[in-house]
């Protein structure tokens, strides 16, 4: 019987296991140098293929040694113009006609190529994928119930990351390093695997790489030149969960079920965003919903009505054009990473599909600073109404997504009513995230929360919601006094130290003499330069000052020096100002108190010559107690140090 192979008979590695078991023995074998070329070509590449179908030549060469077979090489050697049309089938025609001028029997596992080899009259012997009877793999013998991920590498002890979610160990499998032998068995073993197993694929194929998914199980090969030795990188998961398993999970199926159906979920690398998202979409599909996945590479587990999609023509953009066709419910986005994936993702979220995205980021700040970005920021809203942190395998915070038109929180010295997306803590309605257009640049600014008080903040400028209406100007209510931070308290606070000290720095930048930096708080702090070097340190508009802002996370109020030296001029003790009329205005070191005994009970609005300046309820005792640090205390004492005449007009 003579036989001639093709290129994926040899890569498949199945015609040496045939001859072993007798079913050609003694048979003749011509293998085409257009297949030598084909296999040469793909390893030079460093792809994976091209060293098993050479490793299982090597093999037919031994088996010609012992006499079991007869191998012979026939044919020539494809031309370079002829390797270039190999896509079109150059060099498969080459190797059938070695099958017609031999009048042998033409072998392959490319149901395309049998196809075409019977409409020219040859015998073929088509090998089909194997589906059946797996044996475990090779790589399973470093795996227990235990094993997260296995790390293989030549010269190099086997290990691997044992535990839980919450709590891996990198440990020693054995002493006895890899060898590079070994490690080409695995790597042949498992890309023949990949070809034949229905939950197989060969995601990645580049040089010197290969990404191969099997079930659960993803692996990475790689080798020189991309490595610098032989490595082996298994990962699998160990927790099996279902959606109603996690803490939060009716959060979760309330707003994703509902008319808010952007989400994304957010971790870091090995947290457990995978897992959830697949949970995520086995709810939605045994919900009744028509689900998709667009993954590169495909590492979800999900029941067989959720058909997974990756890239096509090795864009994501030509497969969300198809999806767009198929029209599903929901399509679970895994692993957003470029800017063709962000703007990819928004535009199916803006056609009306559900989506659920996966973002790799160590905090909610983070994925909002890589979606606003890629994506304006007004239409975040529309895109995300839900962003889900994950913290091994825990889903820790849920945030809401909004959209306003206010003065951004810590920036009311700074810039103007404007429009801002929000990001709020879902269960505690606590403001999270400001992000702003400010000077042609977008900002993400975290909202530090402020440290537990008795009094109450002033109300904030007015606030427009889309759609509706400015509502008129709300008087303000004046907060109760609060003991204003001594140098002695920053001193104890090491936070306030360093803090004090990286608001130094990054003012230092803009002025030539000594800053003086006074943390008022967590969330504020006053700075003191030379009155000459105030506009540089706020910038045109506020850019200097607002970039500092956004990088640090705190407020910063600026002042000049003259400033600092009046009110250090000033005595420490207790002030008194007179405003005529039976009113006083009283201060210490902590607070101002406003002495209006005729007004007991009342609710005053406060001005200053004919500016209206705030409301507040006077005591029993007759009085308004202000933090004297407060920014509605310190603009009294300007006014009157102006010589501005304060008045307070019942409401």
Known sequence: ?????DTSVLIDGRITSMIKAGEYKGATIIVPEAVIAELEAQANNGREIGFLGLSELQSLCKMAEEKTIELKFSGIRPSLEQVKLASGGEIDAMIRNIAIENAARFITSDSVQAEVARAKGLDVIYLKPQVTDFVPLGIDQFFDEHTIAVYLKERVSPSAKKGTINDMKLVKIRDQPTSEYELRMLAQEILERAKRDPDGF????????????????????????????MEITAVRPIVDVTLKDYVKSDIITKRITSE?????????????????AQNVATYLSDSGFVVKTMEAPRELQVPDQITQYTMLDGSMANTADVLLLVRPDFVIFDELRKNEDFNVFADMR???????GVIHANGVQDAIQRFSARV??????????????VRQGVIT????????VKVPEGMAGEVHIRPVTTVTDHESGELVIDVFR????????????????????????????IGQPVAPPQPMRAPVATPEPSRKESDERPGWKLMEKDIQREIGRYTDGFVDVQMTSDTKAVVYIDDKDVPAAIGKGGKNVSAIVNKIGIGIDIKPRSEFDRQQAQPRGEEEFNLGGGIKIQTDKKQLTIVAPEQSGRIVDVFAGKEYLFTATVNESGEIHLAKNSSIAQEMIRRYTNNEVIKLRPV
């Open 1 to 5: 019987m003579i036989l001639v192979p």
């Open 202 to 229: 060969i995601e990645v194929e580049k040089r010197g790489i290969t990404v191969v998914q099997i079930g659960s199980m993803r692996i990475a090969i790689a080798r020189r030149p991309f490595s610098d030795g």
């Open 260 to 276: 808010k159906r952007g989400m994304i979920i957010v971790g870091a690398p090995g947290s457990g965003k995978t897992t959830l």
């Open 350 to 356: 803006l056609a009306g599909i559900g989506m659920v």
């Open 376 to 389: 304006d920021f007004s239409v975040l809203p529309q895109i995300i109404n839900t962003i889900i942190f």
């Open 397 to 404: 915070k849920i945030y809401d997504v909004g959209f306003t």
């Open 438 to 465: 400010y000077d042609g640049e977008t900002i993400v600014i975290p909202v530090m929360a402020a440290p537990p008080a008795t009094h109450q903040k002033p109300a904030p400028a007015p606030i427009q919601q």
